[in-house]
């Protein structure tokens, strides 16, 4: 009997491997307990931290070396095993920030680097290794968290402008580079309140809908500081805490969405309204986006109801497409093919993009899905959700392509690297307290190649005979030097080499995780660092 199984979730299995395979760490106040059938690693606590390893018919004896390095078991057969333990399980680079306000956003090119905001300057991150690298600037005056952590920064997705909402209440545009950040203009009869901002994908305008006035959606040129045409106004006020409104690709038009259903859009230079969308009924429209061709539009509500529109006519280009829950983000892939939407009933599924056919089935979690994102390529698709898991999908499937990315709050965003080896997610903090940005690697794309199969296997401890039965795994520690021979022949670049090499790496030195080349001491020591600066800021 053969099944076909995604080879990154054989590869989650070896990741969360036991102590057989040397990667389920032990630490000096930890112990290996003997139990029936199989070994298995616990924690101080008693928490069983690895699965089960080395199955056998009865009982193992184990004892544990005085420096918790190895590992020694008996079997019934009189054979006695002695086994290597690992250096700790694959996880994150945690990267904990001191103001809730910052970003954290990826630069547009490769390799995959982050811009990591602090008080009184910007640090380009070596994504793989935590370094340190060019990009960093400085800023003409520091910036300031505002009461109640509000949002007192927003950057241009190019990385080449922030707004910035001051201490004194001034909008001031800055343009970033390799000299700094140098203020170019405040913006004039700006409001006085902080608000949602939006960029123009084109130009030099940006969209503001101020906390004080949700009625109104106002545009400036950020060269100049000047407003652009006449503010845009609806009867009810616009919904801000998720994605209300979008410009056009080309910069020229804007449309939103207001708590009403009321859809409208405006033309930027003059603030003339163009047409209006809808409603589909009266409730809360929370998404709206333009697709990247500019022939679509789509707007979701509070309703579950998701609908596009042909973006000339204003007509409706598809049915009403439902989820049995409020809808919390909707976003075009980058190629324009497909739709994604996440929602409070747990799932984010893709539609296509042109008419809003299903593609695939949806992809579950344990609670609400707060935000679903695309890869670049629009290949692969990354949910966070409230049950505190990030995870990989296919797009075109709907099937998982990682394991659960766990975490210990619940999860509000998450986003590729722009290669699609990282993924950075975003979680909630306590009462107070900011969240914290996390980088995972992400397994490559492709088939599971032979090797990755047999070491999943021996992880596992059992395996599928031609019958369909369930049987154990025979000659366990032969097979394991075996995968051990082909990883080492194998080319750096062959698919999956990395992260097999990674999961029987017992070295000291091994990285926090396939991907990476920090050491988990190393991003210890680069968390308490971030941390550290940023406790100024008050």
């Known amino acids: ?25 032990a630490p000096a106040q930890q112990g290996v307990v003997p139990m029936a059938y199989s070994v298995r690693s616990v924690d101080h606590l008693g928490y ?32 006695v095993h002695r086994l290597r333990l690992g250096r700790g399980i694959a996880r994150p680079v945690a990267l904990p920030r001191a103001a809730k306000a910052r970003p ?75 000299a ?49 045409g006449q503010s845009c106004a609806f009867d009810a006020e616009i919904v801000t805490n998720a994605n209300p409104g979008a410009f056009s690709p080309d910069g020229d038009r804007f449309v939103a969405g207001n708590v009403a259903g009321v859809v409208k859009v405006w033309d930027v230079a003059t603030g003339r309204a163009l047409m209006q969308l809808g409603p589909l009924r009266d409730a809360w429209v929370r998404c709206v986006a333009y697709s990247p061709d500019a022939i679509r539009i789509v707007s979701a509500n509070v309703w579950g109801e998701a609908q596009l529109w042909d973006a000339t006519s204003g007509r409706p280009a598809s049915a009403i497409l439902n989820h049995r829950g409020s809808i919390l983000s909707a976003v075009f892939s980058p190629d324009g093919k497909y739709l994604l939407t996440s929602s409070q009933d747990r799932t984010a599924r893709v539609w296509d993009g042109h008419d809003g056919a299903p593609v695939g089935v949806p992809m579950y979690h344990e609670s609400l899905v707060r935000s679903a994102d695309f890869s670049a390529d629009s290949s692969r698709v990354v949910t966070a959700s409230q049950d505190a898991t990030a995870r990989v999908w296919d797009a075109q499937t709907g099937q998982p392509l990682s394991a659960p990315m766990l975490h210990a709050r619940r999860v509000v965003l998450a986003v590729f690297s722009p290669d699609g080896r990282f993924v950075r997610t975003e979680t909630v903090g306590s009462p ?30 059992k395996t599928i005979n031609d019958d369909g039965q369930s049987v154990d795994v025979s000659g366990v520690l032969a097979q394991l030097d075996d995968v051990r021979r082909q990883l080492g022949i194998l080319p750096d670049h062959a698919p999956f080499v990395e992260w097999g090499r990674w999961v029987l790496n017992d070295r000291a030195d091994r990285s926090i995780a396939p991907g990476f080349t920090i050491t988990p001491a190393s991003a210890d020591k680069l968390a308490a660092d971030l941390a550290a600066a940023g406790t100024p800021d008050r």
């Open 48 to 79: 069983v931290i690895t699965r089960g390893t080395l199955q056998q018919p009865v009982e193992e004896v184990a004892a544990l070396s005085p420096d918790s390095t190895c590992l020694a078991i008996g079997t019934a057969g009189g054979a």
């Open 104 to 178: 954290a956003p990826f630069f547009a090119d490769t390799p995959d680097r982050l811009l990591w905001l602090e008080r009184d300057q910007a640090k380009g991150i070596d994504a793989a290794s935590g370094r340190e690298v060019e990009g960093g600037f400085t800023y003409p005056e520091p910036i300031e968290t505002l009461g109640g952590n509000q949002s007192s920064v927003s950057i241009r997705p190019d990385l080449r402008v922030m707004l910035v909402f001051t201490p004194g209440g001034k909008w001031q545009a800055w343009e970033l580079g390799g």
């Open 1 to 25: 009997m053969k099944t076909r199984i995604s080879s990154v979730l054989i590869l989650a299995a070896a990741l969360s491997a036991s102590a057989l395979v040397p990667m389920a760490a």
């Open 432 to 461: 107070g307290l900011p969240g914290s940005f996390f980088l995972w690697s992400v397994p490559p794309e492709g088939g599971a190649p032979e090797w990755l199969l047999k070491l999943a296997t021996i992880c596992a401890g």
């Open 180 to 228: 700094g950040a140098t203020r170019i203009a405040s913006l004039e009869d700006a409001p006085d309140e902080t608000g949602w901002i939006c960029f123009s994908p084109t130009g030099n305008r940006v969209a503001i809908i101020a906390d004080d006035d949700r009625r109104k959606v106002r545009f400036w040129d950020l060269r100049t500081g000047k407003p652009v």
